[in-house]
């Protein structure tokens, strides 16, 4: 065989190799979630544990009111800007598939909050609830819903660590629910935020084995 021959089988493999590849395979940059994983982290131990602990007719301690909210806020709003951040310098390079379905899932963000509001909004209205009930249903609802999108980002972007995360997020909020009043906060601040914290540790070691 000559070389001539050899050459043009290799590139007639090479041309083979690309056609049997799937469309929208592409993802050059991995997403590094360790920011928004570690700000999240703190928002769930420090926000709703400060919730957990001041929460109830004999709360552990006494804390002003609007501390609670502060300290999610300085985990929740950061983590969340961090998120679309990591998500949007992933998408640079990346195919035009890859890009359609970060916007996609992006969009759902919106929506699921949206939903979230019209539903715990018309259960309120329409059922009689007390002040505690209404308390709980806000944070395990908005922990229900974030797992749930992390499950479609973590499928999309075939981050499994992502996905894992998003189902242990959605069993959480769900499980919170059997509790009341600072039982349920006191679940979402020990079982989310420890696995906000233990995936922050993971994501590390990820994005190691990608490198």
């Known amino acids: 065989m000559t070389d001539t021959d050899t050459t043009v089988q290799n590139d007639t493999a090479g041309k083979n190799d690309n056609a049997d590849a799937a469309p929208g395979d592409q993802h050059p940059l991995p997403v590094d979630n360790r920011a928004s994983y570690t700000a999240f982290?703190?928002?769930?131990?420090?926000?709703?544990?400060?919730?957990?602990?001041?929460?109830?007719?004999?709360?552990?301690?006494?804390?002003?009111?609007?501390?609670?909210?502060?300290?999610?806020?300085?985990?929740?709003?950061?983590?969340?800007?961090l998120a679309l951040i990591a998500a949007k310098l992933a998408q640079?390079?990346?195919?035009?598939?890859?890009?359609?379905?970060?916007?996609?899932?992006?969009?759902?963000?919106?929506?699921?909050?949206?939903?979230?509001?019209?539903?715990?909004?018309g259960m309120t209205s329409t059922m009689e609830m007390s002040a505690d009930a209404q308390a709980v249903l806000w944070p395990t609802g908005a922990v229900f819903v974030v797992g749930m999108i992390n499950i479609a980002e973590g499928a999309i972007r075939r981050n499994t660590l992502h996905y894992s995360l998003g189902s242990w997020l959605t069993l959480v909020g769900a499980g919170?629910?059997?509790?009341?009043?600072?039982g349920a906060l006191g679940v979402l601040a020990v079982a989310g935020g420890g696995a906000y914290a233990l995936a922050a540790y993971l994501e590390r070691r990820r994005l190691a084995k990608l490198r």
């Open 92 to 121: 640079f390079g990346a195919d035009e598939a890859s890009v359609a379905r970060e916007k996609l899932v992006g969009t759902a963000w919106g929506t699921v909050f949206i939903a979230l509001t019209m539903a715990i909004s």
């Open 41 to 81: 982290a703190f928002a769930f131990v420090f926000g709703h544990g400060a919730f957990a602990v001041s929460t109830g007719p004999d709360p552990l301690l006494e804390l002003p009111g609007w501390l609670p909210f502060v300290l999610l806020g300085l985990g929740i709003v950061p983590g969340v800007i």
């Open 176 to 182: 919170a629910l059997f509790f009341s009043g600072a």
